[in-house]
């Protein structure tokens, strides 16, 4: 693929691997072809993961090296994704870029729709998508920040984080050309048919229809490639495999496009995007009337696959109802027939399509196509359905009537009995009651359907035909309460900027701190030259790793076969256990857990051995062949029901109490019991788990460059696996490419089984984690059970409160136990309960070990706080807000449930402000009034507070290893030019703790940022680091920075008082040569933090930081699809060190709390094997997903004595902030069951996907769909937690 070999062969690594399936736009490039017919040129954003190299005969392919450097020219697109603060880890930004870059050569000046439209197929984990939308939106002259425009409405020019004054003009002149030589390529030379030979596979590549006919007939079972986005992810991720693959691309016949009055006739290689733009063009062309079709056609191709996808996918496999092929001998009608089984047509092996006519429709033809999928934009649909009708020319007789869905069956399925049944009837209310019978008898579906979502499938086959009805009665018009369901919730696509308050006042304009300086690695993030763990070239004699893991949940191993795996070419050595010369276990929370599984597996996926070869692919092919015999053991446990019942937990259980609460609950005027269940979460950090370990031959050191929070300790864990001392092994981690928590335990772990490869074999190793692999091993947030039993007044009130979590650890500790914890201590969350008890605890089960994840346990934690919150109001009938904010909320200086004491102040500011800035009051009366005025679709908005605690107390990670212990240091060099050198022990993540850093040193040496250079992360030069996580990492190394500049800074004084005149330059020159050190480490001893379960007390955080969210959504009830209107958040964050990079850190974590609470779904096989390895098959949000309005507000007049000048983290809090979303939509869907007659608490579980949103709206539609009798089947996926 052109990826590998970008990257691989031509060393152009600026393009990156996030997902090698087509679903995460890191790998984008532009392809460029010249049209000999038209002589333009065409260009178009593809996916290069996806993209074969022998295609490109013809093409230039631009990457994101070729259009801007800092050595010579940034492109004006780099620079200002850059300079909007759209790149935080910066791994998607060159996808982004590129992306945009190709919107930018078709359409100069484009609008907000063709922008989000050409982001759609890229994913960021890190920014939540508004900066890059905010720099891409300069391109626009409609959506300048500050003017009123129909796209981006302001109330008022707001302050910027960014000066669009002083951006660099597009001047599409300084693009680069297309290569002449390839215009006069196509334009004089014949084309002539061309063979590529590999290893194991032949590629021909015809030119003529004739020769493509000739190869077909000789090869009918090889496959016609065309955008290879259908074989190609067969053929990487099932194993599939062609001895010949036919690639037709260069057969005029099958592009070209025959309008007649009749319809319109696309050659069968058409992509999606020509299709797209065709039929938009003839839908203004011709008489509405006769666009029926196309606009149908339109609705979908709009949402199918991203830009990249539909630029490249032929139009075959979508079209799919009302067309009729054209083959040259015969015509076939894409009917009920059409389509024969899963991936089947009923095309003959030899047969190839030539055009598809889609024709145009007749008079009174009524055409509409529906799609529900799990995320709005570029995912497979769960439902799509094509709906046509025709009537008896002046009654409404039916005359014709077709019915198709998709997602109902092995393929696409014809609603025949159900159209039979209504043709020759009036359409009226009582057919299509009549017809909802039907098509609930023709269309049904085995409780275990492949796919699951069974209830909610069969209901949307009824939803969308009621929705389809009213479509024909309304034809898009009138306002009467049922017809706003028809609208497109995307197509009120406005975004509006963010609204910041400036935060410096009264200080030196050389001070850069408070001031929204832009990640200083963002430029070289935008062009592609910041190097990431796997753009390291390769060393001589390097190595590939590739892990062998467990296919079964439980078993004892027999024994480990693997002569085969050794005897592929290429292959090296096979790491098992016994390899591992020294520790072969590493302890955490005093349990051990396995380096490589030794007796026995628990969990599929559980790592077993590793194969090392000259590259991946032999490395792959070796994997595969190592024969692991299996003793199975007997009742895996999967769920924490069944950990429960199996009493099936890591140990100790914890318990807190303030108060009594079992007494409390005898004094209350009412006691509600409910549950909760949360899903786990995949962090996706773009960039994979990437390490190269390096031996150096000599003294028995290694040099580990890796992508991981902590890098000493993997550097203690590789040292113990080798058994070697730590100062023998030095960590480098120069970026990472997103990490959430996800790079700490398992990353280490990885790193030791790749050390010990190195160190076996003395040659460097090389381990970089395919998507699908990560997210199969490295486990994911907890998924966490909470069940809740609270007594209140009627006034509200809670007086008690019992609180049960039950998390599923997976397979292993890991840091479960220390997640239980936090759960418990952050159970009160803002609210004053003065008898609350909580117990968590860590269930032991066969399926993946789960381990940190932004937040900690809180998000968890807090959604079982909230919902018991949000059933109180339901119960009393009155607002949740009442209850949370003037009921329930701590009002004055109090103690937290385990005795610390806090001022909860600025909580309180943040909550007041927020509803203020949000206007809550209005808009929640606006909101009833919608849910009044729309029979199917409801508003819901929630206010969410939160109370964070941030840092650690020493007890309760000394529990992990002592080298958690909470400190930080640094080490500062001047050098004699002037210029200074600080390391220091954060890693940058998109953090932005680098540009923190740099921004202290250039306060505390009174230096501008510019002679100030951050180097990597290194265990050489600052030791005994701590992780970057809990937020700390400002706080802890901005400390130590600040130390060792201070040191300097001191050691100066000599000089400038010597000096008063002198510059910088003078002052370092001068003490230099009176023999003035000019190197400092610094160093900061965290706070003595401690927490007692014992005494159920103590002080295990050095502060909180507060916030508030109020987000509103709206709901399409009869398909569960929501969009979040607007949400304002309001957060106290002390005083920001640099505002843009907390801005980017406050709106990435919404989004991904958002993305948590709403889409992010970990789907197991009944046996426990991970369906979910994808992007594919994990939604996170896109772009499509950003709040309509969204805005962030920084809590003005906050200090902070706890941290350095007076900030406070910020990295995790806001992930929780995403459950206003969830309890908005939960609040829509309050609405929606009124209608059924349905009042008072109901239980809804996170996330809110559309099958749960519209299961729980309790629809006359979803009322006809019979529950399956539980365990009378086994369904497609376990029910975690
Ligand atoms: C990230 C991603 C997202 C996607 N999203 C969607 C989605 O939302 N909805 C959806 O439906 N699909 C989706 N797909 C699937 C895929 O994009 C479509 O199925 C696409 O239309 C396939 O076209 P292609 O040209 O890339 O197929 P290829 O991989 O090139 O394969 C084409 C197939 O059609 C056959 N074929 C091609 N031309 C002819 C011909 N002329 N005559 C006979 N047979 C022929 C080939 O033999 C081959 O089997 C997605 C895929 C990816 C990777
Ligand atoms: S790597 Fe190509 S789309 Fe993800
Ligand atoms: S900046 Fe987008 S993934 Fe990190």
């Given at each position: 693929?052109?990826?590998?070999?970008l990257?691989e062969?031509?060393?152009?690594?600026?393009?990156?691997y996030?997902?090698?399936?087509?679903?995460?736009g890191?790998?984008?490039v532009?392809?460029?072809?010249?049209?000999?017919?038209?002589?333009?040129?065409?260009?178009?954003?593809?996916n290069?993961?996806?993209?074969p190299?022998?295609q490109?005969?013809?093409?230039?392919?631009?990457?994101?090296?070729?259009?801007?450097n800092?050595k010579?020219?940034v492109?004006?697109v780099?620079?200002r994704?850059?300079?909007?603060?759209?790149?935080?880890?910066g791994?998607c930004?060159?996808?982004?870029?590129?992306?945009?870059?190709?919107?930018l050569?078709?359409?100069?000046?484009?609008?907000?729709?063709d922008?989000?439209v050409a982001?759609?197929?890229?994913?960021?984990?890190?920014?939540?998508?508004r900066?890059?939308v905010?720099g891409?939106?300069?391109f626009s002259?409609?959506?300048?920040?500050?003017t009123?425009?129909i796209?981006?409405?302001?109330?008022?020019?707001?302050p910027q984080?960014?000066?669009?004054?002083?951006?660099?003009?597009?001047?599409?002149t300084?693009?680069?050309?297309?290569?002449?030589?390839?215009?006069?390529?196509a334009?004089?030379?014949?084309q002539?048919?061309?063979?590529?030979?590999?290893?194991r596979?032949?590629?021909?590549?015809?030119?003529?229809?004739?020769?493509?006919?000739?190869?077909?007939?000789s090869?009918?079972?090889?496959?016609?490639?065309?955008?290879?986005?259908n074989?190609?992810?067969?053929?990487?991720?099932?194993?599939?495999?062609h001895?010949?693959?036919?690639?037709p691309?260069?057969?005029?016949?099958?592009?070209?496009v025959?309008?007649?009055?009749?319809g319109?006739?696309f050659?069968?290689?058409?992509?999606?995007?020509?299709?797209?733009a065709?039929l938009?063009?003839?839908?203004?062309?011709?008489?509405e009337?006769?666009t029926?079709?196309?606009?149908?056609l339109?609705?979908?191709l709009?949402?199918?696959g991203?830009?990249q996808?539909?630029?490249?996918a032929?139009?075959?496999?979508?079209?799919?109802?009302?067309?009729?092929f054209?083959?040259?001998?015969?015509?076939?009608?894409?009917n009920?027939?059409?389509f024969?089984?899963?991936?089947?047509?009923?095309?003959?092996p030899?047969?190839?399509?030539?055009?598809?006519?889609?024709?145009?429709?007749?008079?009174?033809?009524?055409?509409?196509?529906?799609?529900?999928?799990?995320?709005k934009?570029?995912?497979?649909?769960?439902?799509?359905?094509?709906m046509?009708?025709?009537?008896?020319?002046?009654?409404?007789?039916?005359?014709?009537?077709?019915?198709?869905y998709?997602?109902?069956?092995?393929?696409?399925?014809s609603?025949?009995?159900?159209?039979?049944a209504?043709?020759?009837?009036?359409w009226?209310?009582?057919?299509?009651?009549?017809?909802?019978?039907?098509?609930l008898?023709?269309?049904?579906l085995s409780?275990?359907?492949?796919?699951?979502?069974?209830?909610?499938?069969?209901?949307l086959?009824?939803?969308?035909?009621?929705?389809?009805?009213l479509?024909?009665?309304?034809?898009?018009?009138?306002?009467?309460?049922?017809?706003?369901?028809l609208q497109?919730?995307?197509?009120l696509?406005?975004?509006?900027?963010t609204?910041?308050?400036?935060?410096?006042?009264?200080?030196?304009g050389?001070d850069?701190?408070?001031?929204?300086?832009?990640?200083?690695?963002a430029?070289?993030?935008?062009?592609?030259?910041?190097?990431?763990?796997?753009?390291?070239?390769?060393?001589?004699?390097?190595?590939?790793?590739?892990l062998?893991?467990s296919?079964?949940p439980?078993?004892?191993?027999l024994d480990i076969?693997?002569?085969e795996?050794?005897?592929?070419?290429g292959?090296?050595?096979?790491?098992?256990?016994?390899d591992?010369?020294?520790?072969?276990f590493r302890?955490?929370?005093?349990i051990?857990?396995?380096?490589?599984?030794?007796?026995e597996?628990?969990?599929?996926g559980?790592?077993?051995?590793?194969?090392?070869?000259?590259?991946r692919k032999?490395?792959?092919?070796?994997?595969a062949?190592?024969?692991?015999?299996?003793?199975?053991q007997?009742?895996?446990v999967?769920?924490?029901?069944?950990?429960i019942?199996?009493?099936?937990?890591?140990?100790?259980?914890?318990?807190?109490?303030?108060g009594?609460?079992?007494?409390?609950?005898?004094?209350?005027?009412?006691?509600?019991?409910?549950?909760?269940?949360?899903?786990?979460?995949?962090?996706?950090?773009?960039?994979?788990?990437?390490?190269?370990?390096v031996?150096?031959?000599?003294?028995?050191?290694?040099?580990?460059?890796?992508?991981c929070?902590?890098p000493?300790?993997?550097?203690?864990?590789?040292?113990?696996?080798?058994?070697?001392p730590?100062?023998?092994?030095?960590?480098?981690?120069?970026?990472?490419?997103?990490a959430?928590g996800g790079?700490?335990?398992?990353?280490?772990?990885?790193?030791?089984?790749?050390?010990?490869?190195?160190?076996?074999?003395?040659?460097a190793?090389?381990c970089?984690?395919?998507?699908?692999?990560?997210?199969?091993?490295?486990?994911?947030?907890?998924?966490v059970?909470?069940?809740?039993?609270?007594?209140?007044?009627?006034?509200?009130?809670?007086?008690?409160?019992?609180?049960?979590?039950?998390?599923?650890?997976g397979?292993?500790?890991?840091?479960?136990?220390?997640?239980?914890?936090?759960i418990?201590l952050?159970?009160?969350?803002?609210y004053?309960?003065?008898?609350?008890?909580?117990?968590?605890?860590?269930c032991?089960?066969?399926?993946?070990?789960?381990?940190?994840?932004?937040?900690?346990?809180?998000p968890?934690?807090?959604?079982?706080?909230?919902?018991?919150?949000n059933?109180?109001?339901m119960k009393?009938?009155?607002n949740?807000?009442?209850?949370?904010?003037?009921i329930?909320?701590?009002?004055?200086v109090s103690?937290?449930?385990y005795?610390?004491?806090f001022?909860?102040k600025?909580?309180?500011?943040?909550w007041?402000?927020?509803?203020?800035k949000?206007?809550?009051?209005?808009?929640r009366k606006?909101?009833?009034?919608?849910n009044q005025?729309?029979?199917w679709?409801?508003?819901?908005?929630?206010?969410?507070?939160?109370?964070y605690?941030?840092?650690?107390?020493?007890?309760?990670?000394?529990?992990?290893?002592?080298?958690?212990?909470?400190?930080?240091?640094?080490?500062v060099?001047?050098?004699?030019?002037g210029?200074?050198?600080?390391?220091?022990g954060g890693?940058?993540?998109?953090?932005?703790?680098?540009?923190?850093m740099?921004?202290?040193?250039?306060?505390?040496?009174?230096?501008?940022?510019?002679?100030?250079?951050?180097?990597?992360?290194?265990?050489?030069?600052?030791p005994?680091?701590?992780?970057?996580?809990?937020?700390?990492?400002t706080?802890?190394?901005?400390?130590?920075?600040?130390?060792?500049?201070?040191?300097?800074?001191?050691r100066?004084e000599?000089?400038?008082?010597?000096?008063p005149?002198?510059?910088w330059?003078?002052w370092?020159?001068?003490?230099?040569i009176?023999r003035i050190s000019?190197?400092?480490?610094?160093?900061?001893?965290?706070?003595?933090?401690?927490?007692d379960?014992?005494k159920q007390?103590?002080?295990?955080y050095?502060?909180?930081?507060?916030g508030?969210?109020?987000s509103?959504?709206e709901?399409?009830?009869?398909t569960?699809?929501?969009r979040?209107v607007?949400?304002?958040?309001v957060?106290?964050?002390?005083?920001?060190?640099?505002?843009?990079?907390?801005?980017?850190?406050?709106?990435?974590a919404?989004i991904q709390?958002?993305?948590?609470?709403?889409?992010?779904?970990?789907?197991?096989?009944?046996?426990g094997?991970?369906?979910?390895?994808?992007?594919?098959?994990?939604?996170?949000?896109?772009v499509?997903?950003i709040p309509?309005?969204f805005?962030?507000?920084?809590?003005?007049?906050s200090?902070?004595?706890?941290a350095?000048?007076?900030?406070?983290?910020?990295?995790?809090?806001?992930l929780?902030?995403?459950?206003s979303?969830?309890?908005?939509?939960?609040?829509?869907?309050?609405?929606?069951r009124?209608?059924?007659?349905?009042?008072?608490?109901?239980?809804?579980?996170?996330?809110?996907?559309?099958e749960?949103?519209c299961?729980?709206?309790?629809?006359?539609?979803t009322?006809k769909?019979?529950?399956?009798?539980?365990?009378s089947?086994?369904?497609?996926a376990?029910s975690i937690?």
């Open positions: 693929m052109l990826l590998s070999y990257r062969r031509l060393r152009l690594t600026g393009t990156k996030g997902c090698g399936g087509g679903g995460c890191a790998c984008t532009m392809v460029s072809r010249y049209q000999p017919g038209t002589k333009t040129i065409l260009h178009y954003s593809a290069a993961c996806l993209l190299v022998c490109l005969q013809g093409a230039a392919v631009t990457t994101v090296e070729g259009i801007g800092t010579t020219r492109h004006p780099q620079e994704i850059a300079k909007a603060h759209g790149s935080q880890c791994f930004t060159p996808g982004m870029v590129m992306s945009m870059y190709t919107l050569r078709n359409k100069p000046q484009p609008n907000m729709e922008i989000t982001l759609g197929g890229n994913l960021c984990r890190c920014t939540g998508y900066p890059i905010d891409c939106k300069t002259p409609m959506c300048f920040v500050g009123h425009d796209d981006c409405v302001f109330q008022e020019p707001p984080l960014f000066d669009q004054e002083d951006l660099l003009p597009l001047d599409p300084q693009d680069l050309i297309f290569p002449p030589e390839l215009i006069l390529m334009e004089m030379e014949p002539v048919s061309q063979l590529f030979r590999g290893e596979m032949v590629w021909v590549s015809p030119v003529s229809l004739e020769e493509l006919i000739q190869l077909k007939t090869h009918p079972q090889a496959p016609l490639v065309m955008g290879n986005t074989i190609g992810p067969d053929i990487k991720f099932k194993g599939a495999w001895p010949i693959i036919i690639s691309t260069r057969v005029q016949e099958l592009f070209e025959t309008k007649t009055p009749q319109v006739c050659g069968a290689g058409c992509s999606l995007s020509v299709v797209k065709l938009e063009g003839l839908v203004q062309e011709i008489p009337e006769k029926e079709i196309y606009r149908s339109l609705q979908q709009g949402n199918l991203g830009q996808i539909r630029n490249v032929s139009e075959l496999s979508v079209v799919t109802i009302f067309i009729h054209i083959y040259s001998a015969r015509e076939i009608l894409l009920k027939d059409f024969v089984g899963f991936g089947k047509t009923s095309l003959k030899d047969e190839i399509v030539l055009s598809v006519f889609i024709p145009v429709s007749r008079q009174g033809e009524f055409m509409r196509a529906f799609r529900q999928a799990p995320r934009e570029n995912a497979l649909a769960t439902v799509t359905t094509g046509r009708v025709m009537f008896i020319e002046g009654s409404s007789v039916v005359k014709e009537l077709s019915i198709y998709g997602g109902v069956g092995p393929c696409t399925v609603a025949t009995k159900t159209c039979a209504v043709i020759g009837r009036k009226d209310e009582q057919t299509l009651s009549d017809a909802y019978t039907q098509l008898d023709e269309i049904s409780p275990s359907h492949p796919g699951g979502q069974v209830e909610f499938r069969r209901s086959t009824l939803s969308l035909l009621f929705k389809f009805n479509q024909m009665l309304h034809k898009g018009n009138g306002s009467s309460r049922t017809i706003s369901c497109h919730l995307k197509n696509r406005h975004y509006t900027g609204f910041r308050k400036a935060v410096v006042k009264g200080q030196s050389d850069p701190v408070g001031r929204p300086i832009m990640h200083r690695s430029i070289s993030q935008a062009t592609g030259e910041a190097v990431y763990c796997d753009d390291i070239p390769k060393m001589d004699g390097e190595l590939h790793l590739v062998v893991t296919t079964r439980h078993a004892k191993i076969d693997i002569s795996a050794l005897r592929v070419p292959v090296v050595d096979v790491i098992t256990s016994k591992i010369p020294g520790k072969k302890t955490f929370t005093g051990d857990e396995d380096i490589l599984a030794q007796n597996v628990s969990c599929v559980h790592m077993v051995c590793a194969v090392v070869a000259d590259n032999q490395a792959k092919r070796g994997a062949l190592v024969k692991i015999a299996y003793e199975d007997p009742g895996p999967f769920t924490v029901e069944e950990a019942e199996k009493q099936s937990f890591f140990l100790p259980q914890r318990m807190i109490e303030r009594n609460v079992d007494e409390a609950f005898d004094k209350v005027d009412h006691i509600y019991e409910g549950e909760i269940r949360l899903g786990g979460q995949e962090h996706f950090y773009m960039e994979t788990q990437s390490m190269v370990v031996p150096s031959g000599e003294e028995r050191e290694l040099k580990v460059y890796i992508s929070q902590h000493t300790y993997a550097q203690e864990s590789i040292a113990e696996t080798l058994g070697i730590s100062n023998r092994v030095s960590c480098h981690v120069k970026r990472v490419g997103g959430f790079k700490v335990t398992k990353t280490s772990i990885i790193a030791c089984i790749t050390s010990v490869a190195a160190w076996k074999t003395g040659r190793v090389r970089v984690l395919e998507r699908g692999e990560d997210m199969l091993i490295t486990g994911a947030r907890h998924p059970l909470g069940k809740h039993k609270v007594g209140f007044m009627n006034d509200g009130r809670i007086i008690a409160a019992d609180l049960h979590y039950y998390a599923n650890s397979n292993t500790a890991d840091e479960s136990l220390l997640v239980i914890e936090k418990l952050h159970l009160d969350n803002a004053k309960v003065p008898n609350l008890r909580g117990r968590s605890v860590a032991k089960t066969n399926l993946p070990s789960n381990t940190a994840f932004r937040g900690f346990g809180v968890q934690s807090m959604l079982v706080t909230e919902n018991m919150i059933d109180v109001a009393l009938g009155c949740a807000e009442e209850v949370r904010g003037q329930n909320m701590y009002k004055e103690l937290t449930h005795k610390f004491e001022d909860p600025n909580l309180l500011r943040c007041d402000e927020c509803k203020e949000s206007d809550y009051g209005s808009r606006s909101v009833a009034q919608f005025q729309n029979r679709k409801k508003r819901g908005m929630a206010t969410i507070p939160i109370k605690g941030i840092a650690f107390s020493d007890g309760f990670l000394n529990q992990v290893s002592v080298a958690f212990a909470l400190q930080a240091a640094s080490l060099h001047i050098y004699k030019d210029s200074v050198l600080v390391s220091h890693t940058e993540m998109g953090q932005g703790i680098h540009t923190k740099q921004q202290v040193a250039s306060r505390e040496l009174h230096i501008p940022a510019s002679l100030i250079h951050i180097t990597e992360t290194n265990t050489s030069a600052v005994n680091t701590c992780p970057s996580a809990a937020s700390f990492g706080d802890a190394n901005g400390m130590a920075v600040k130390d060792a500049c201070e040191i300097l800074y001191q100066l000599p000089v400038r008082k010597q000096n005149e002198g510059t330059q003078t370092v020159t001068s003490a230099f009176q000019l190197s400092a480490t610094g160093y900061y001893r965290g706070h003595d933090l401690y927490m379960w014992e007390e103590g002080q295990p050095a502060y909180f930081t507060y508030a969210c109020c509103e959504v709901v399409d009830c009869l569960g699809d929501y979040t607007r949400t304002d958040i957060m106290d964050i002390g005083r920001s060190i640099n505002p843009s990079v907390d801005i980017g850190q406050i709106e990435g919404f709390g958002l993305g948590l609470y709403t889409m992010e779904e970990l789907k197991f096989s009944p046996s094997v991970l369906y979910t390895r994808g992007p594919s098959q994990y939604k996170i949000p896109a499509c997903d309509l309005q805005n962030v507000y920084l809590l003005s007049g200090d902070n004595p706890h350095i000048y007076s900030s406070k983290g910020i990295g995790e809090p806001v929780f902030l995403g459950s979303v969830f309890f908005a939509i939960k609040d829509a869907v309050a609405a929606a009124v209608e059924a007659g349905m009042v008072g608490p109901f239980t809804l579980n996170s996330p809110a996907t559309p749960r949103t299961l729980a709206c309790n629809t006359p539609f009322q769909i019979p529950a399956s009798k539980q365990g089947f086994q369904p497609w376990l937690p």
